[in-house]
């Protein structure tokens, strides 16, 4: 019997990990526990419930304001104390966040070896995306075995000098977490709001974008919409207070705009299979809408995606008031552009990433 404990604390972490959570729960060699950290609470409790999952244990260690410090300290001594006391064959931990970062470093500390999904992201900056280029690395670095999403991502780990037989190319369990959301049927009092307008889904929340330049961004996206009536913008605004004064800020009362709590995984998936386009700054969904055929424009400098780019699904056009409004507007206006980007391609795997990592778990 392998004891295998999964770690994860946001929501990314719980979409992406919940499916592989009921995956390793099927097998009977595997005893599965799952170790909350609570760095984000309303947002990862709304995907616990939606997939059903009861953690076993919960660190609870968000706060409001929390800073990286704080998280950090909290969830490495949390996890200690948990596997101090627990058998763990596996610590399996997500991504980028600071959770994944400092619950592999207690595993490491503590001679646990660390399954790292989603590994070998890199945009080989360590300030984009900030902090997440340093953890995806520092985890990458300590990590016994690497389920990495796409060949690319498995490359990269190998120059880096990861043994081949410890990286695996498995598909990212976020189009597994497809399989769970979308309905052919669906009804939303945001698709109301769209009322046969072109509807635009926007989320924003990155770390390095607060501030200064997400306010620039947001003026370019109301200028864009000004001049065009017949587009409207869904945003579901993530509850960091910064990002919420920036959001109320740009877009109270402004009628093109309906500004939401953040959307419970089925509903966002849902409505996203829905829009015209996404206009974001966020990782995962740049992922997701790819295998909608929905075109994303991210608002950032780089991507650790460059695979939705490639496939022509995904356009980087950058942070900027002007680069924003420029980008913005030329795919609504440009129809052959809009045509030539609304292609379903999926280049992160067919939904199975999950039985996979399973089985490399089993054979290990
Ligand atoms: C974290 C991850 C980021 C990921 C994002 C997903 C790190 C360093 N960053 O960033 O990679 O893209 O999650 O959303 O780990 N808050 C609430 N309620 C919640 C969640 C957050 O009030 O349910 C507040 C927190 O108290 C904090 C702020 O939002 O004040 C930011 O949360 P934090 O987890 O520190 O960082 P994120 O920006 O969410
Ligand atoms: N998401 C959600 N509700 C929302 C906004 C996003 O369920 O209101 C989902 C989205 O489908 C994706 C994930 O949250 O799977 C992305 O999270 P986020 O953008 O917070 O983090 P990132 O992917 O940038 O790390």
Known sequence: MKNIILVFGTRPEAIKMCPLVTELKKRKEFCVRVLVTGQHREMLSSVLSFFGIEPDFDLCV????????????????????????????????????????????????????????EAGLRTYNINAPYPEEFNRVAVDSLSYCHFAPTKLSADRLIAEGRGQDSVFV??????????YTVRKEFSHPALDFANGRRMVLLTSHRRENIGET???????????????????????????????????GAFAHFSQVKL?????????????????????????VQEEAPAFGVPVLVMRETTER??????GTVR?????????????EALLDDAALYESMAKAKNPYGDGTACKKIADIIEDM
């Not at 498995?170 to 399989?179: E, F, K, P, S, Y």
């Not at 939401?260 to 995962?284: C, K, Q, W």
């Open 62 to 117: 968000m706060s409001e304001g929390q800073t990286l410090f704080d998280i950090t300290e909290k969830v490495m001594r949390g996890v200690r104390e948990i596997l101090e006391k627990e058998k763990c064959d596996l610590l399996l931990v997500h991504g980028d966040t600071t959770t994944a970062f400092a619950a592999s470093l207690a595993a490491f500390y503590l001679r646990v070896p660390v399954g790292h999904v």
């Open 214 to 248: 997400m306010q620039e961004m947001f003026a370019a996206i109301k200028e864009v919409l000004l001049s065009h009536p017949d587009v409207c913008v869904i945003y579901p605004v993530h509850p960091n207070p910064a990002v919420r004064a920036a959001a109320q």
């Open 306 to 311: 460059p695979e939705g780019v490639e496939a």
């Open 260 to 284: 939401t709590e953040p959307l419970d995984v089925f509903d966002f998936h849902n409505i996203m299979a829905r829009a015209y386009l996404v206009l974001s700054d966020s990782g995962g």
């Open 170 to 179: 498995t598909g990212n369990t976020v189009i597994d977490a497809l399989r």
């Open 316 to 328: 980087l056009i950058g942070n900027t008031y002007a680069s924003v409004k420029e980008g913005f």
